[in-house]
T-cell receptor, first 108, second 113 residues
Framework: GIQVEQSPPDLILQEGANSTLRCNFS?????LQWFHQNPWGQLINLFY???GTKQNGRLSATTVATERYSLLYISSSQTTDSGVYFC??????????FGSGTRLQVQP | ETGVTQTPRHLVMGMTNKKSLKCEQH?????MYWYKQSAKKPLELMFV???????ENNSVPSRFSPECPNSSHLFLHLHTLQPEDSALYLC????????????FGPGTRLTVT
């Protein structure tokens, strides 16, 4: 199956700072999603982005499918942005393969 | 109620117990999934059901037994589990004519004693 690598594994920011999270895939994916996992374990959908760029408030994402990577941008970070961010690719098995996540801590 | 719901949210069971996890989706999706998240490991797929038919079993031990009676409900029957099966079990649904986007339930945090 495909391999999904996320970087960095851990990130500490001061409130108000900007950050970029990266996701690399070992093979082509038909679908790509970004999630935020809150402290209670709930996976919250951020973006469904097989290709191109999308923006939602302070968050935006870009997927370059031909080069097999995706980026998640967080601007003007807030303490509520803390948690683990996962990217996941949809394979021929019609199920998501997840990366190991980026653990983000935003300090006041 | 909308979205994907899971019950119970927390479960503690002994190794000789039998219990079931329940998942329900109200999104009209064609597929339902069980994923497992263990400490310090990526989320991993367990089972996939498409239109009530199991299409994927990711080498899951037989002590985990899924059931999908219809496209809105998914169960995971548990029996004679081991302590290493303690984990967060997440249900998801996805798949329409327009999108493969998946949505997750809140999870069941399982502890096997």
């Amino acid at each position: 199956g495909i391999q999904v690598e996320q970087s960095p594994p851990d990130l500490i920011l001061q409130e108000g700072a900007n950050s970029t999270l990266r996701c690399n895939f070992s093979d082509s994916v038909n679908n790509l999603q970004w999630f935020h996992q809150n402290p209670w374990g709930q996976l919250i959908n951020l973006f469904y982005i097989p290709s191109g760029t999308k923006q939602n408030g302070r968050l935006s994402a870009t997927t370059v499918a031909t080069e097999r990577y995706s980026l998640l941008y967080i601007s003007s970070s807030q303490t509520t942005d803390s948690g683990v961010y996962f990217c996941a690719g949809f394979t021929g098995r019609r199920a998501l393969t997840f990366g190991s996540g980026t653990r983000l801590q935003v300090q006041p | 109620e909308t979205g994907v719901t899971q019950t119970p949210r927390h479960l503690v069971m002994g190794m000789t117990n039998k219990k079931s996890l329940k998942c329900e989706q109200h999104l009209g999706h064609n597929a339902m999934y069980w994923y497992k998240q263990s400490a310090k490991k990526p989320l991993e797929l367990m089972f996939v059901y498409n239109f009530k038919e199991q299409t994927e079993n990711n080498s899951v031990p037989s002590r985990f037994s899924p059931e999908c009676p219809n496209s809105s409900h998914l169960f995971l029957h548990l029996h004679t589990l081991q302590p290493e099966d303690s984990a967060l079990y997440l249900c998801a649904s996805g798949g329409t004519s327009r999108s493969y986007e998946q949505y997750f339930g809140p999870g069941t945090r399982l502890t096997v004693t």
